[in-house]
Protein backbone atom coordinates (compact mmCIF):
# COMPACT_ATOMS: atom_id res chain seq x y z
CA UNK A 1 0.00 0.00 0.00
CA UNK A 2 1.41 3.72 -0.97
CA UNK A 3 0.10 6.63 0.22
CA UNK A 4 0.02 10.34 -0.92
CA UNK A 5 -1.32 13.40 0.63
CA UNK A 6 -2.62 16.65 -1.54
CA UNK A 7 -2.90 19.87 0.39
CA UNK A 8 -5.22 22.32 -0.98
CA UNK A 9 -4.37 25.54 -0.65
CA UNK A 10 -5.60 28.88 -1.41
CA UNK A 11 -8.68 27.89 -2.50
CA UNK A 12 -12.81 26.93 -1.16
CA UNK A 13 -12.82 23.69 -0.13
CA UNK A 14 -16.63 23.45 -0.11
CA UNK A 15 -16.52 24.57 -3.64
CA UNK A 16 -14.20 21.86 -5.01
CA UNK A 17 -14.97 19.23 -2.45
CA UNK A 18 -18.07 19.61 -3.00
CA UNK A 19 -21.61 19.56 -0.57
CA UNK A 20 -20.66 16.82 2.33
CA UNK A 21 -17.51 15.75 -0.15
CA UNK A 22 -19.78 15.05 -3.24
CA UNK A 23 -16.93 15.07 -5.65
CA UNK A 24 -14.22 12.98 -3.34
CA UNK A 25 -17.08 10.27 -2.90
CA UNK A 26 -17.47 9.90 -6.18
CA UNK A 27 -14.03 9.62 -7.18
CA UNK A 28 -13.55 7.01 -4.04
CA UNK A 29 -16.43 4.77 -5.38
CA UNK A 30 -14.97 4.97 -9.04
CA UNK A 31 -11.44 3.04 -7.25
CA UNK A 32 -12.67 1.38 -4.93
CA UNK A 33 -9.70 -0.59 -4.44
CA UNK A 34 -8.13 2.78 -3.34
CA UNK A 35 -8.83 4.53 -0.07
CA UNK A 36 -9.95 8.45 -0.52
CA UNK A 37 -10.77 10.61 2.73
CA UNK A 38 -10.59 14.83 2.82
CA UNK A 39 -9.97 16.32 5.66
CA UNK A 40 -9.77 19.94 6.20
CA UNK A 41 -7.40 21.00 3.48
CA UNK A 42 -6.28 17.99 2.79
CA UNK A 43 -6.60 14.62 0.54
CA UNK A 44 -5.07 11.52 1.34
CA UNK A 45 -4.85 8.31 -0.78
CA UNK A 46 -4.29 5.20 0.05
CA UNK A 47 -3.67 1.83 -2.58
CA UNK A 48 -1.38 0.48 -5.23
CA UNK A 49 0.79 2.88 -6.90
CA UNK A 50 -0.67 2.56 -10.62
CA UNK A 51 -4.46 3.47 -8.66
CA UNK A 52 -3.16 5.91 -7.10
CA UNK A 53 -1.15 7.94 -10.19
CA UNK A 54 -4.73 7.90 -11.95
CA UNK A 55 -6.46 9.09 -9.22
CA UNK A 56 -3.53 11.89 -8.99
CA UNK A 57 -3.93 13.06 -12.66
CA UNK A 58 -8.00 13.26 -12.11
CA UNK A 59 -7.01 15.37 -9.27
CA UNK A 60 -5.08 17.68 -10.65
CA UNK A 61 -7.35 17.97 -13.86
CA UNK A 62 -9.96 19.25 -11.35
CA UNK A 63 -7.45 21.76 -9.75
CA UNK A 64 -6.49 22.81 -13.13
CA UNK A 65 -10.61 23.21 -14.00
CA UNK A 66 -11.21 25.30 -10.07
CA UNK A 67 -8.25 27.68 -11.23
CA UNK A 68 -10.17 28.49 -14.79
CA UNK A 69 -13.76 28.20 -13.92
CA UNK A 70 -13.86 28.62 -9.73
CA UNK A 71 -16.36 25.62 -9.26
CA UNK A 72 -16.52 21.92 -9.52
CA UNK A 73 -19.88 20.27 -10.58
CA UNK A 74 -20.22 16.53 -10.09
CA UNK A 75 -20.89 16.47 -13.87
CA UNK A 76 -16.97 17.36 -14.37
CA UNK A 77 -16.23 15.05 -11.75
CA UNK A 78 -17.67 11.80 -13.85
CA UNK A 79 -16.35 13.89 -16.95
CA UNK A 80 -12.51 13.86 -15.82
CA UNK A 81 -13.21 10.24 -14.53
CA UNK A 82 -14.10 8.76 -17.73
CA UNK A 83 -11.47 10.47 -19.75
CA UNK A 84 -9.03 9.05 -17.23
CA UNK A 85 -10.39 6.24 -17.73
CA UNK A 86 -10.33 5.70 -21.53
CA UNK A 87 -7.13 5.67 -23.75
CA UNK A 88 -6.06 8.47 -25.61
CA UNK A 89 -5.88 6.66 -28.32
CA UNK A 90 -8.81 4.68 -27.94
CA UNK A 91 -12.11 5.77 -30.55
CA UNK A 92 -14.28 7.10 -27.60
CA UNK A 93 -11.59 9.87 -27.00
CA UNK A 94 -11.09 10.74 -30.73
CA UNK A 95 -14.93 9.90 -31.76
CA UNK A 96 -16.81 11.72 -28.02
CA UNK A 97 -14.45 14.44 -26.33
CA UNK A 98 -12.82 17.21 -28.21
CA UNK A 99 -11.62 18.86 -25.29
CA UNK A 100 -12.86 20.59 -22.32
CA UNK A 101 -13.94 24.05 -22.72
CA UNK A 102 -14.64 26.93 -21.21
CA UNK A 103 -16.82 26.95 -17.78
CA UNK A 104 -16.54 22.82 -18.04
CA UNK A 105 -18.40 22.42 -21.31
CA UNK A 106 -17.50 19.27 -22.85
CA UNK A 107 -17.22 19.95 -26.58
CA UNK A 108 -17.50 16.64 -29.06
CA UNK A 109 -19.14 15.55 -32.07
CA UNK A 110 -23.08 15.59 -31.67
CA UNK A 111 -23.94 13.34 -34.93
CA UNK A 112 -22.60 10.56 -36.99
CA UNK A 113 -21.32 12.50 -39.91
CA UNK A 114 -19.60 15.20 -37.19
CA UNK A 115 -17.80 12.38 -35.70
CA UNK A 116 -16.70 10.95 -39.37
CA UNK A 117 -15.29 14.90 -39.25
CA UNK A 118 -13.15 14.12 -36.33
CA UNK A 119 -11.96 11.01 -37.67
CA UNK A 120 -10.91 12.27 -40.69
CA UNK A 121 -8.94 14.79 -39.02
CA UNK A 122 -6.99 12.29 -37.20
CA UNK A 123 -6.23 10.51 -39.86
CA UNK A 124 -6.15 12.92 -42.94
CA UNK A 125 -3.81 16.60 -42.93
CA UNK A 126 -6.21 18.22 -45.26
CA UNK A 127 -9.98 17.49 -44.75
CA UNK A 128 -12.68 19.12 -46.92
CA UNK A 129 -16.36 19.49 -45.03
CA UNK A 130 -19.48 20.05 -46.78
CA UNK A 131 -22.35 21.23 -45.28
CA UNK A 132 -25.39 23.34 -45.06
CA UNK A 133 -25.54 26.11 -42.12
CA UNK A 134 -25.61 24.75 -38.86
CA UNK A 135 -24.43 21.37 -39.09
CA UNK A 136 -21.12 21.91 -37.06
CA UNK A 137 -18.38 21.78 -39.67
CA UNK A 138 -16.97 24.85 -38.66
CA UNK A 139 -17.50 25.00 -34.81
CA UNK A 140 -16.04 21.56 -34.84
CA UNK A 141 -13.32 22.57 -36.89
CA UNK A 142 -12.44 25.24 -34.69
CA UNK A 143 -12.46 22.55 -31.31
CA UNK A 144 -10.24 20.38 -33.33
CA UNK A 145 -7.56 23.17 -33.78
CA UNK A 146 -7.67 24.28 -30.26
CA UNK A 147 -7.08 20.85 -29.02
CA UNK A 148 -4.16 20.24 -31.37
CA UNK A 149 -2.86 23.56 -29.48
CA UNK A 150 -3.88 22.67 -26.19
CA UNK A 151 -1.89 19.36 -27.05
CA UNK A 152 1.22 20.93 -28.46
CA UNK A 153 0.69 19.36 -31.95
CA UNK A 154 0.64 22.75 -33.79
CA UNK A 155 2.01 26.37 -32.41
CA UNK A 156 -0.69 28.48 -34.09
CA UNK A 157 -4.03 28.60 -35.59
CA UNK A 158 -4.99 30.60 -38.39
CA UNK A 159 -8.59 31.09 -39.43
CA UNK A 160 -9.98 32.62 -42.74
CA UNK A 161 -12.66 33.25 -44.23
CA UNK A 162 -12.75 34.97 -47.71
CA UNK A 163 -14.53 38.50 -47.68
CA UNK A 164 -16.88 38.28 -50.31
CA UNK A 165 -20.39 40.14 -48.40
CA UNK A 166 -17.88 42.12 -46.43
CA UNK A 167 -16.32 43.61 -49.66
CA UNK A 168 -18.80 45.10 -50.72
CA UNK A 169 -19.89 47.30 -47.87
CA UNK A 170 -16.33 47.61 -46.17
CA UNK A 171 -15.94 50.95 -46.42
CA UNK A 172 -18.82 52.40 -45.20
CA UNK A 173 -18.16 50.23 -41.65
CA UNK A 174 -16.73 52.14 -38.76
CA UNK A 175 -13.34 51.62 -37.33
CA UNK A 176 -10.06 50.52 -38.82
CA UNK A 177 -9.64 47.57 -41.09
CA UNK A 178 -9.94 45.16 -38.17
CA UNK A 179 -12.67 46.39 -36.89
CA UNK A 180 -14.59 46.33 -39.95
CA UNK A 181 -13.71 42.81 -40.59
CA UNK A 182 -14.70 41.65 -37.12
CA UNK A 183 -18.07 41.66 -37.76
CA UNK A 184 -17.72 39.22 -40.48
CA UNK A 185 -15.54 36.79 -38.36
CA UNK A 186 -17.85 37.13 -35.25
CA UNK A 187 -18.88 33.40 -36.21
CA UNK A 188 -15.32 32.11 -35.78
CA UNK A 189 -14.87 34.18 -32.36
CA UNK A 190 -18.44 33.15 -31.03
CA UNK A 191 -16.80 29.46 -31.37
CA UNK A 192 -13.57 29.92 -29.68
CA UNK A 193 -15.21 32.20 -27.03
CA UNK A 194 -16.74 28.81 -25.88
CA UNK A 195 -13.35 27.19 -26.17
CA UNK A 196 -10.59 29.85 -24.71
CA UNK A 197 -11.07 31.83 -21.63
CA UNK A 198 -11.47 35.19 -22.63
CA UNK A 199 -8.08 36.39 -21.18
CA UNK A 200 -5.68 34.00 -22.71
CA UNK A 201 -7.77 34.34 -26.54
CA UNK A 202 -6.61 38.09 -25.96
CA UNK A 203 -2.88 37.18 -25.90
CA UNK A 204 -3.55 34.52 -28.19
CA UNK A 205 -4.50 37.22 -30.90
CA UNK A 206 -1.65 39.67 -29.46
CA UNK A 207 1.30 37.15 -29.88
CA UNK A 208 -0.30 35.80 -33.29
CA UNK A 209 -0.46 32.36 -31.45
CA UNK A 210 -4.35 32.86 -32.97
CA UNK A 211 -4.47 34.71 -36.00
CA UNK A 212 -7.65 35.73 -37.77
CA UNK A 213 -7.62 37.67 -40.90
CA UNK A 214 -9.54 37.60 -44.39
CA UNK A 215 -8.15 34.68 -47.09
CA UNK A 216 -6.31 37.85 -49.05
CA UNK A 217 -3.53 37.89 -46.21
CA UNK A 218 -2.37 34.44 -46.32
CA UNK A 219 -0.95 35.30 -50.24
CA UNK A 220 3.05 34.61 -50.47
CA UNK A 221 2.52 33.09 -46.87
CA UNK A 222 4.41 29.61 -45.87
CA UNK A 223 2.24 28.45 -43.21
CA UNK A 224 3.84 25.61 -40.86
CA UNK A 225 3.68 23.93 -37.44
CA UNK A 226 -0.09 25.29 -38.05
CA UNK A 227 -3.68 24.69 -37.67
CA UNK A 228 -5.30 26.03 -40.28
CA UNK A 229 -9.09 26.85 -41.35
CA UNK A 230 -10.85 27.93 -44.35
CA UNK A 231 -14.39 29.06 -43.45
CA UNK A 232 -16.74 29.54 -45.85
CA UNK A 233 -15.02 28.32 -48.63
CA UNK A 234 -17.62 28.15 -51.56
CA UNK A 235 -17.09 31.94 -51.75
CA UNK A 236 -13.59 31.59 -53.08
CA UNK A 237 -12.55 31.89 -56.57
CA UNK A 238 -10.45 29.40 -58.28
CA UNK A 239 -7.58 31.51 -57.90
CA UNK A 240 -7.95 31.99 -54.13
CA UNK A 241 -8.27 28.59 -53.09
CA UNK A 242 -5.31 27.07 -55.41
CA UNK A 243 -3.23 29.95 -53.55
CA UNK A 244 -5.01 28.88 -49.86
CA UNK A 245 -4.21 25.22 -50.70
CA UNK A 246 -0.27 26.06 -51.71
CA UNK A 247 0.08 27.58 -48.31
CA UNK A 248 0.44 24.48 -46.36
CA UNK A 249 4.12 24.10 -44.86
CA UNK A 250 5.67 21.05 -42.57
CA UNK A 251 3.42 19.83 -40.01
CA UNK A 252 0.14 21.39 -41.13
CA UNK A 253 -3.10 20.64 -40.82
CA UNK A 254 -6.00 22.43 -42.55
CA UNK A 255 -9.55 22.08 -42.49
CA UNK A 256 -11.64 23.44 -45.15
CA UNK A 257 -15.20 24.12 -44.68
CA UNK A 258 -18.02 25.07 -46.83
CA UNK A 259 -21.87 25.15 -47.99
CA UNK A 260 -22.26 24.65 -51.64
CA UNK A 261 -25.42 25.71 -51.69
CA UNK A 262 -24.81 29.20 -50.29
CA UNK A 263 -22.41 31.05 -52.47
CA UNK A 264 -22.15 34.70 -52.45
CA UNK A 265 -19.87 35.06 -55.51
CA UNK A 266 -21.15 37.11 -58.38
CA UNK A 267 -23.64 35.20 -61.17
CA UNK A 268 -20.98 33.93 -63.33
CA UNK A 269 -17.98 33.40 -61.19
CA UNK A 270 -16.98 29.78 -60.21
CA UNK A 271 -16.39 28.88 -57.05
CA UNK A 272 -13.42 27.66 -56.47
CA UNK A 273 -14.45 24.71 -53.53
CA UNK A 274 -16.56 22.85 -56.23
CA UNK A 275 -13.66 22.73 -58.62
CA UNK A 276 -11.42 22.02 -56.34
CA UNK A 277 -12.92 18.76 -55.01
CA UNK A 278 -13.26 17.94 -58.63
CA UNK A 279 -9.72 18.43 -59.12
CA UNK A 280 -8.36 16.65 -55.95
CA UNK A 281 -10.55 13.90 -56.06
CA UNK A 282 -8.05 11.23 -56.78
CA UNK A 283 -5.19 12.53 -54.43
CA UNK A 284 -4.49 10.57 -51.47
CA UNK A 285 -4.26 11.76 -47.65
CA UNK A 286 -7.20 14.51 -48.60
CA UNK A 287 -10.55 13.58 -46.41
CA UNK A 288 -13.93 14.80 -47.54
CA UNK A 289 -16.74 14.87 -45.19
CA UNK A 290 -20.48 15.25 -46.25
CA UNK A 291 -23.00 16.87 -43.83
CA UNK A 292 -26.80 17.28 -44.46
CA UNK A 293 -29.65 18.52 -42.82
CA UNK A 294 -29.56 16.32 -40.29
CA UNK A 295 -26.67 17.09 -38.39
CA UNK A 296 -28.15 20.54 -37.70
CA UNK A 297 -27.66 21.04 -34.14
CA UNK A 298 -29.28 24.51 -33.72
CA UNK A 299 -32.70 24.90 -33.60
CA UNK A 300 -34.90 22.12 -34.64
CA UNK A 301 -36.86 24.61 -37.35
CA UNK A 302 -33.82 25.14 -38.85
CA UNK A 303 -33.47 21.69 -40.20
CA UNK A 304 -37.23 22.07 -41.58
CA UNK A 305 -35.98 25.18 -43.21
CA UNK A 306 -33.17 23.20 -44.66
CA UNK A 307 -35.39 20.60 -46.12
CA UNK A 308 -37.64 23.16 -47.30
CA UNK A 309 -35.52 25.01 -50.05
CA UNK A 310 -33.77 21.38 -51.21
CA UNK A 311 -37.05 20.42 -52.25
CA UNK A 312 -37.90 23.82 -53.68
CA UNK A 313 -34.95 23.69 -55.62
CA UNK A 314 -35.52 20.19 -56.81
CA UNK A 315 -38.81 21.59 -58.47
CA UNK A 316 -38.85 23.58 -62.12
CA UNK A 317 -39.47 27.58 -60.86
CA UNK A 318 -42.08 28.40 -63.86
CA UNK A 319 -41.96 32.22 -63.05
CA UNK A 320 -38.13 31.87 -62.79
CA UNK A 321 -37.92 30.69 -66.21
CA UNK A 322 -40.61 33.22 -67.87
CA UNK A 323 -38.54 35.97 -66.37
CA UNK A 324 -35.31 34.62 -67.91
CA UNK A 325 -37.26 34.54 -71.62
CA UNK A 326 -36.63 38.00 -70.60
CA UNK A 327 -33.36 38.67 -69.70
CA UNK A 328 -32.42 39.46 -73.66
CA UNK A 329 -34.12 42.79 -73.49
CA UNK A 330 -31.99 45.92 -73.81
CA UNK A 331 -31.67 48.27 -70.61
CA UNK A 332 -33.70 51.51 -70.79
Known amino acids: MVEKVITLENISLLDFLGSDDENIRQIASAFPQS ?3 ARGNEIRIKGQAPEILRINDILNMLLDHFGRFGQITPENVKDYISLENTPLDSPQ ?3 EVILYGNKGIVIKPKSANQKKLVESSFKNDLVFALGPAGSGKTYIAVALAVRALKNREVKRIIITRPAVEAGENLGFLPGDLQEKLDP ?10 DMVPS ?8 TRVIEIAPLAYMRGRTLHDAFILLDEAQNTTSQQIKMFLTRMGPNSKVIITGDQSQVDLPTRQ ?7 LKILKDVKGIGVVQLSGKDVVRHRLVKSIIDAYEKHEETPDQSANGNRSNSGRKPI
Not at 184 to 193: E, K, Q, V, W
Not at 270 to 276: D, R
Open 35 to 37: KIV
Open 93 to 95: VKN
Open 184 to 193: YLRPIYDALG
Open 199 to 206: EKLKFYQE
Open 270 to 276: KSGLSES
